[in-house]
């Protein structure tokens, strides 16, 4: 007998399969997907945990161009209550960068970036529409 938690279930693998073959055929416009055989400048966590977000780790800081960013919340407007959780794994950075990214939602785009690890030319890049995520240990506004 299917529940209606098992319903939802399978409604939400098919949206995340979706989603994840959607935002896979847009970032090979700007660069290559990881492989088993070879590195690439960007990889899904092509595993699906429960929660309605798709994770992409972004290897090549060049994939933070707003124009790249805007393309995905437009993929993710389809899904309103999904996100794509857009996290910078810049190779030789595991260890000393600390945890950043995107969180990037139909209506915004959360901003955990800390520009201060990266390259000048990267410094300044700005989303239209973003916000700060709250500091830790600080209130999150009303």
């Given at each position: 007998?299917?529940?209606d938690e098992?319903?939802?279930?399978?409604?939400?693998?098919?949206?995340f399969s979706h989603l994840e073959d959607t935002i896979e055929?847009?970032?090979?416009?700007f660069g290559?997907?990881?492989?088993l055989s070879t590195d690439g400048d960007f990889c899904l966590v092509g595993d699906y945990w429960g929660y309605p977000q798709v994770k992409v780790g972004i290897h090549d800081l060049a994939l933070l161009r707003p124009e790249i960013v805007k393309g995905l919340q437009r993929i993710i407007a389809n899904s309103p209550e999904w996100e794509i959780v857009y996290t910078v794994a810049v190779r030789g950075h595991y260890d000393d960068w600390p945890d950043m990214g995107l969180y990037?939602?139909?209506k915004e785009i959360v901003d955990t970036l800390?520009?201060?690890y990266f390259p000048?030319?990267?410094q300044a890049i700005r989303y239209e529409?973003?916000?700060?995520?709250?500091?830790?240990?600080?209130?999150r506004p009303a």
């Open positions: 007998m299917t529940t098992d319903r939802l279930h399978e409604e939400r693998l098919r949206t055929q847009f970032m090979s416009q290559r997907p990881d492989s990037i939602r139909a800390q520009r201060q000048k030319e990267f529409g973003s916000r700060r995520a709250a500091e830790p240990g600080s209130k």
